[in-house]
């Protein structure tokens, strides 16, 4: 039987790694670090989060809460890894990043069956089932080699990363601790701003001396991730409808909602680093330390990291994947992960979830199907592999890319609606289509 090689680390890589092995298949992880990294990078480990360590909404009634839970009842690693490493966030699951990739490569080395190279993969191994989850920062020579084998140039797309700041340089006389719409204390710290102080923020952040993009680069930026100035440039109040909403909070000491409001999210579990919500940005390291201390609260702030741009490759997965993520012109190549066209870490892993139960099916020629449309993570599969036209674009898993509810479901109903709906489809089709692992 063909060996299995799984190129690439991070969630996804992981994820189909964990379901495999369990399964009692035998299998070889490659990674490239520690020797070489990507730009984003900075551990050594796998399971790198490099963005963020929110995870979104851990309620099931929501669309990222569902996929999570779906993937908890398939033993997800990742998601298990999550909870056990989780960091307060309100209504969000999110993570101590360190301990999180700290348990997910502890678990993995100690995994029966898995063999784990740490070495540049710099050609598609030949020979093997191969799931391909270099993420969308798959490095030159692979990338190269991808654009060759489907026979175009790779598409891709601008994230950004939001800067950090040391929690003991946070004025907390300025700022107040709350959550949208919830009573008592709250998880989040929230710099709130008057009218004439979001004007005047704005006017700085349009000011301010940006990063140019380098000559092979072409600005796309994903919708879900846009970098502040990009917000900024499209109105006077984009931010303040955006990143900035202060809808949901009200200030104590003027018991209003503030005219706009920049919210602080804990980024360990010691809670010495917080993360600034949504402000991505390709501003010059400067110019984000004079324009973000402008901001009540972080007049003194110390940046542990600022933010900054990195390139995402991924493929038209449309046109080259079956609903298996199999390759249409080689089906013993598997793809996974952001390559395939998903955004986030949740959904990500998903995919080398599903990657990684489909392999199993098909080396012991069992019977295997797609999770249904009406699961959150069919109907990721149905964005990834359902044909469509030349504007495929990443995509967070959201209820719109479902199978749609019958007539007559009022509005407030919906998420709890698709809840029951999908936990319902997914247990009988994990009953038919995965089967038990053995112990």
Same mark, same amino acid.
């Given at each position: 039987?063909?060996?299995?090689?799984i190129?690439?680390?991070?969630?996804?890589?992981?994820?189909?790694?964990w379901?495999?092995? !369990?399964?009692?298949?035998?299998?070889?992880l490659?990674?490239m670090?520690?020797d070489?990294?990507?730009?984003a990078?900075?551990?050594p480990?796998l399971?790198?989060l490099?963005?963020?360590?929110s995870?979104?909404s851990?309620?099931?009634?929501?669309?990222?809460?569902l996929?999570?839970? %779906?993937m908890?009842?398939l033993?997800?690693?990742v =998601?298990a890894?999550?909870?056990?490493?989780a960091?307060?966030?309100?209504?969000?699951?999110?993570?101590?990043?360190?301990?999180?990739s700290?348990r997910i490569?502890?678990?993995?080395?100690?995994?029966?069956?898995?063999?784990?190279?740490?070495?540049?993969?710099r050609?598609?191994?030949?020979?093997a089932?191969?799931i391909?989850?270099?993420g969308?920062l798959?490095?030159?020579p692979?990338?190269?080699?991808?654009a060759?084998?489907v026979?175009?140039q790779?598409l891709?797309?601008y994230?950004a990363?939001?800067?950090?700041?040391d929690?003991?340089? =946070?004025?907390?006389?300025?700022?107040?601790?709350?959550?949208?719409y919830d009573?008592?204390?709250? @998880?989040y710290?929230?710099?709130?701003? @008057?009218e004439?102080q979001?004007?005047?923020?704005?006017?700085a952040?349009l000011?301010?001396?940006?990063?140019?993009a380098?000559?092979?680069?072409?600005?796309?930026?994903?919708?879900?991730?846009l970098p502040?100035?990009?917000?900024?440039?499209?109105?006077?109040?984009t931010?303040?409808?955006?990143?900035?909403?202060?809808?949901g909070?009200? @200030?104590?000491?003027?018991?209003?909602?503030?005219?706009?409001?920049v919210?602080l999210?804990?980024?360990? !579990?010691?809670?010495?680093l917080?993360?600034?919500?949504?402000?991505?940005t390709?501003l010059?390291?400067?110019?984000q330390?004079?324009?973000?201390?402008? =901001?009540p609260?972080l007049?003194?702030?110390?940046? +542990?990291?600022?933010?900054?741009?990195h390139?995402?490759?991924?493929?038209?997965?449309?046109?080259?994947?079956?609903?298996?993520?199999q390759?249409?012109?080689?089906? @013993? +190549?598997?793809?996974?992960?952001?390559?395939?066209?998903? %955004?986030g870490?949740?959904?990500s892993?998903?995919?080398?979830l599903?990657?990684?139960?489909?392999l199993?099916r098909i080396?012991?020629g069992l019977?295997?199907?797609?999770?249904?449309r009406t699961?959150?993570l069919?109907?990721?599969?149905?964005?990834?592999?359902?044909?469509?036209g030349?504007?495929?674009?990443p995509?967070?898993?959201?209820?719109?890319?479902?199978?749609?509810?019958?007539?007559?479901?009022?509005?407030?109903d919906?998420?709890?609606?698709?809840?029951q709906?999908?936990l319902?489809?997914l247990e %009988?089709?994990?009953?038919?289509?995965?089967g038990?692992?053995?112990?």
């Amino acid at each position: 039987m063909k060996p299995i090689i799984i190129v690439g680390g991070g969630l996804a890589g992981c994820e189909a790694a964990w379901q495999l092995t !369990r399964r009692g298949n035998e299998a070889t992880l490659v990674d490239m670090k520690p020797d070489k990294r990507s730009p984003a990078h900075r551990s050594p480990r796998l399971a790198e989060l490099v963005c963020s360590n929110s995870l979104r909404s851990n309620d099931p009634a929501s669309a990222a809460g569902l996929l999570k839970e %779906e993937m908890r009842r398939l033993d997800s690693l990742v =998601i298990a890894s999550a909870d056990a490493t989780a960091v307060p966030s309100g209504k969000a699951l999110a993570v101590d990043r360190v301990l999180f990739s700290e348990r997910i490569e502890r678990v993995l080395l100690g995994q029966r069956g898995l063999r784990i190279v740490r070495e540049e993969c710099r050609e598609i191994p030949g020979g093997a089932h191969v799931i391909l989850a270099t993420g969308p920062l798959t490095s030159a020579p692979l990338a190269a080699a991808i654009a060759d084998l489907v026979g175009q140039q790779s598409l891709y797309f601008y994230d950004a990363i939001a800067p950090i700041v040391d929690a003991s340089t =946070i004025d907390r006389t300025k700022v107040f601790r709350a959550s949208r719409y919830d009573a008592g204390e709250g @998880d989040y710290l929230n710099c709130p701003l @008057d009218e004439e102080q979001y004007r005047s923020f704005r006017l700085a952040v349009l000011g301010g001396r940006d990063i140019p993009a380098r000559a092979f680069e072409d600005e796309r930026y994903f919708e879900g991730c846009l970098p502040v100035e990009v917000l900024a440039r499209r109105g006077e109040d984009t931010l303040r409808f955006g990143p900035m909403k202060p809808v949901g909070l009200v @200030d104590p000491c003027t018991g209003r909602e503030p005219y706009a409001v920049v919210q602080l999210r804990q980024e360990n !579990r010691e809670g010495t680093l917080f993360n600034m919500v949504g402000f991505q940005t390709r501003l010059a390291r400067p110019e984000q330390e004079r324009i973000f201390r402008t =901001i009540p609260g972080l007049g003194k702030a110390e940046f +542990l990291r600022f933010g900054s741009i990195h390139r995402n490759t991924y493929i038209h997965a449309p046109t080259l994947l079956t609903d298996t993520l199999q390759l249409r012109a080689n089906p @013993d +190549l598997i793809f996974a992960g952001q390559i395939t066209g998903v %955004e986030g870490y949740v959904e990500s892993a998903a995919t080398g979830l599903l990657a990684g139960l489909f392999l199993d099916r098909i080396r012991r020629g069992l019977p295997f199907s797609p999770p249904p449309r009406t699961t959150a993570l069919g109907a990721l599969l149905g964005h990834v592999s359902s044909p469509g036209g030349k504007g495929y674009q990443p995509m967070n898993i959201n209820f719109g890319i479902f199978e749609p509810l019958g007539p007559g479901v009022r509005k407030r109903d919906r998420g709890e609606r698709y809840r029951q709906r999908s936990l319902a489809a997914l247990e %009988e089709w994990k009953c038919r289509s995965v089967g038990t692992p053995p112990p």
